[in-house]
């Protein structure tokens, strides 16, 4: 007879949780809105499942707190009337924009799992999980621009035949592909793994799906400072680091004197044929919602809709990254939304001479510097990392005992 522990559940549960976040089953049809209202039963599963459990792992007071200030920002803007942005909103559209703050609560089992024996092979599944829903779109990618096939138009559809770039349409990007590369980063530079040729071809095929398919400049740029963030800071001899530093600078220098990197700058530049029109519409799109927000700074004008017409024009809030945050819930909820990254990122520097310690402190600067791009972690499409970076930051926390049981 199979004997399954607390740990097994919850760990069982959050690899479907993952599985069906990560857009596997949009082959006919997009399925995401679905998904997520069925994960968001699961995790109020695992919530009651986590209540009932007798001997639990401790959680720091920093996320306990943080946890209740997400139910208190959450709880706050669904009864608040706020400022009109195209019309108030109804009290069910709402709770349709705010539900996925819920994943936050996913952080308690993610905890269970992450201060267990299971630790480092959780970590591990869900890096393949993620690792394996980029093969796949990659594979439908390839399909649809250069063999003509429509293998899976539930994906295509996702963003639509429209959403292309360098002549191709374009596939959106997954809430773990920025600890794929973390993890891969991580496996290449902090331990002696002997996988570290597959590991190399992972991150080349990575970073080919953030660059091309994708075709995200953000994601870019936060690999690019992760890179140097694990390579400056992983464990190693002062002359190691001294060298290390020194070939930086020259690859850095070499890297500004090409024309490729004036080719990029010029790329966020609004007159440039391929991002312009792109560039210009956040920029003017900011200023709208800038100046609806200096109405209420402190609490925001409330939660809208992400396509809001100014002056016949539809401008999305998604596009600002994790300013809309700013604009929405105030300076107040700002703060709150930045908490868990800066929590990951002082975490993770504590307790950057250990695989888990740089694994969260790399993937915290990733987030942190795309969520100020484009790329927000409060992004529906992104959510879900949340309590995964959470749950990391808990577990790694030198402030709190492994296994200490209560």
């Given at each position: 007879?199979?004997?399954?522990?607390?740990?097994?559940?919850?760990?069982?549960?959050?690899?479907?949780?993952?599985?069906?976040?990560?857009?596997?089953?949009?082959?006919?049809?997009?399925?995401?809105?679905?998904?997520?209202?069925?994960?968001?039963?699961?995790?109020f599963l695992l919530l009651i499942i986590y209540s009932l459990q007798k001997r639990k792992s401790k959680v720091t007071l920093y996320t306990s707190i943080t946890v209740l200030l997400f139910?208190?920002?959450?709880?706050?803007?669904?009864?608040?009337?706020?400022?009109?942005?195209?019309?108030?909103?109804?009290?069910?559209?709402?709770?349709?924009?705010?539900?996925?703050?819920?994943?936050?609560?996913?952080?308690?089992?993610?905890?269970?799992?992450?201060?267990?024996?299971?630790?480092?092979?959780?970590?591990?599944?869900?890096?393949?999980?993620?690792?394996?829903?980029?093969?796949?779109?990659?594979?439908?990618?390839?399909?649809?621009?250069?063999?003509?096939?429509?293998?899976?138009?539930?994906?295509?559809?996702?963003?639509?035949?429209?959403?292309?770039?360098?002549?191709?349409?374009?596939?959106?990007?997954?809430?773990?592909?920025?600890?794929?590369?973390?993890?891969l980063l991580c496996k290449l530079f902090v331990t002696e793994s002997k996988k570290k040729l597959l590991y190399s071809v992972y991150l080349f095929i990575v970073l080919f799906y953030e660059?091309?398919?994708?075709?995200?400049?953000?994601?870019?740029?936060?690999?690019?400072?992760?890179?140097?963030?694990?390579?400056?800071?992983?464990?190693?001899?002062?002359?190691?680091?001294?060298?290390?530093?020194?070939?930086?600078?020259?690859?850095?220098?070499?890297?500004?004197?090409?024309?490729?990197?004036?080719?990029?700058?010029?790329?966020?530049?609004?007159?440039?044929?391929?991002?312009?029109?792109?560039?210009?519409?956040?920029?003017?799109?900011?200023?709208?919602?800038?100046?609806?927000?200096?109405?209420?700074?402190?609490?925001?004008?409330?939660?809208?809709?992400?396509?809001?017409?100014?002056?016949?024009?539809?401008?999305?809030?998604?596009?600002?990254?994790?300013?809309?945050?700013?604009?929405?819930?105030?300076?107040?909820?700002?703060?709150?939304?930045?908490?868990?990254?800066?929590?990951?990122?002082?975490?993770?520097?504590?307790?950057?001479?250990?695989?888990?310690?740089?694994?969260?402190?790399?993937?915290?600067?990733?987030?942190?510097?795309?969520?100020?791009?484009?790329?927000?972690?409060?992004?529906?499409n992104r959510i879900m990392l949340l309590p995964l970076l959470l749950g990391l930051a808990n577990s790694t926390s030198p402030s709190k005992v492994n296994k200490e049981m209560v």
């Amino acid at each position: 007879m199979i004997r399954l522990s607390i740990q097994d559940i919850y760990r069982y549960f959050l690899y479907v949780i993952f599985f069906l976040n990560l857009s596997f089953f949009n082959i006919f049809i997009d399925l995401t809105y679905t998904i997520q209202k069925l994960s968001i039963y699961m995790t109020f599963l695992l919530l009651i499942i986590y209540s009932l459990q007798k001997r639990k792992s401790k959680v720091t007071l920093y996320t306990s707190i943080t946890v209740l200030l997400f139910c208190l920002l959450v709880t706050f803007n669904l009864f608040r009337q706020g400022v009109p942005v195209n019309g108030f909103l109804l009290f069910s559209e709402k709770l349709f924009l705010l539900r996925n703050f819920s994943f936050i609560l996913l952080v308690f089992p993610i905890t269970e799992i992450l201060n267990s024996k299971y630790s480092s092979k959780f970590l591990k599944v869900v890096f393949l999980l993620g690792m394996f829903a980029i093969l796949f779109r990659c594979f439908i990618w390839f399909s649809y621009n250069y063999a003509g096939l429509n293998i899976a138009p539930g994906i295509i559809a996702e963003r639509g035949i429209n959403w292309t770039r360098y002549g191709a349409v374009r596939l959106q990007a997954l809430f773990l592909d920025g600890y794929v590369l973390a993890y891969l980063l991580c496996k290449l530079f902090v331990t002696e793994s002997k996988k570290k040729l597959l590991y190399s071809v992972y991150l080349f095929i990575v970073l080919f799906y953030e660059g091309i398919i994708y075709a995200s400049r953000s994601q870019l740029i936060g690999f690019f400072v992760m890179f140097i963030t694990i390579y400056l800071f992983k464990k190693t001899s002062l002359l190691n680091k001294l060298i290390s530093f020194f070939f930086l600078t020259i690859a850095s220098v070499g890297i500004l004197i090409s024309p490729y990197y004036n080719r990029f700058l010029d790329s966020f530049s609004v007159s440039n044929s391929e991002y312009g029109a792109g560039t210009l519409v956040r920029i003017v799109g900011r200023k709208y919602y800038h100046e609806m927000w200096t109405q209420k700074m402190y609490l925001g004008f409330g939660q809208t809709t992400d396509g809001n017409i100014f002056n016949g024009w539809k401008y999305y809030i998604s596009d600002l990254g994790i300013i809309r945050m700013l604009y929405q819930f105030g300076i107040i909820g700002f703060i709150v939304c930045l908490l868990p990254i800066l929590y990951g990122c002082l975490i993770g520097f504590k307790r950057r001479v250990y695989f888990h310690g740089m694994l969260l402190f790399s993937l915290s600067i990733f987030v942190l510097i795309t969520s100020f791009a484009s790329q927000n972690l409060y992004d529906y499409n992104r959510i879900m990392l949340l309590p995964l970076l959470l749950g990391l930051a808990n577990s790694t926390s030198p402030s709190k005992v492994n296994k200490e049981m209560v």
